[in-house]
């Protein structure tokens, strides 16, 4: 019959206060037994542990629903034609979790005077704050040329998102 737990009688435990990791140490039929306890303070957080991720959508994406969760970062990368006067502009959040971290416009690489050349619009969003019950956010993005009268050329990018109570 095989023994499925050890027991170490306190008798032969030795217990070092002194250094920073506490080890138990004695023996049992003949085996060392070395112990090294981790207490509370020594242990990381699970979400310490977690690494942040990062979430990145692009035109494609648009119309989707998305959960995120409070380590998360959004990076919505969209094409852009800045040099043609069109920009992307986020509609208003007013009280929302989701808050804008950056935006960054990035032109194309190419030969100089060259107009219209596509580039990319990186819109980069955390969530912050605490809720008490998860909330729907209508994340939008509109891209128009703003010294146009009427909004007939705009697009509008958006998504669903989904932020859990904490």
């Not at 032969?12 to 049992?28: D, R």
């Not at 085996?31 to 990381?44: A, C, I, N």
């Not at 030969?111 to 704050?129: C, D, I």
Request: glycine share 6%.
């Amino acid at each position: 019959m095989k023994r499925l737990h050890h027991v170490v009688p306190l008798s032969l435990c030795l217990l070092t206060a002194t250094s920073t990791s506490p080890v138990m140490a004695g023996s049992l039929d003949g085996k060392r037994v070395d112990y090294t306890p981790q207490f509370p303070s020594q242990r990381q957080s699970k979400t310490a542990a977690r690494k942040p991720r990062v979430r990145t959508l692009t035109e494609s994406s648009n119309g989707l629903k998305v959960a995120m969760q409070r380590n998360e970062t959004l990076i919505v990368r969209l094409p852009d034609k800045a040099s043609t006067g069109s920009v992307w502009s986020l509609v208003a959040m007013p009280n929302s979790p989701l808050r804008l971290l950056s935006q960054t416009q990035r032109p194309a690489k190419v030969p100089a005077g060259f107009v219209g050349a596509p580039g990319v619009h990186e819109f980069k969003f955390a969530v912050s704050g605490r809720a008490s019950f998860a909330r729907t956010i209508y994340l939008k993005l509109l891209q128009l040329r703003p010294f146009e009268k009427g909004i007939g050329g705009a697009r509008l990018w958006e998504i669903k998102v989904i932020v859990p109570a904490s």
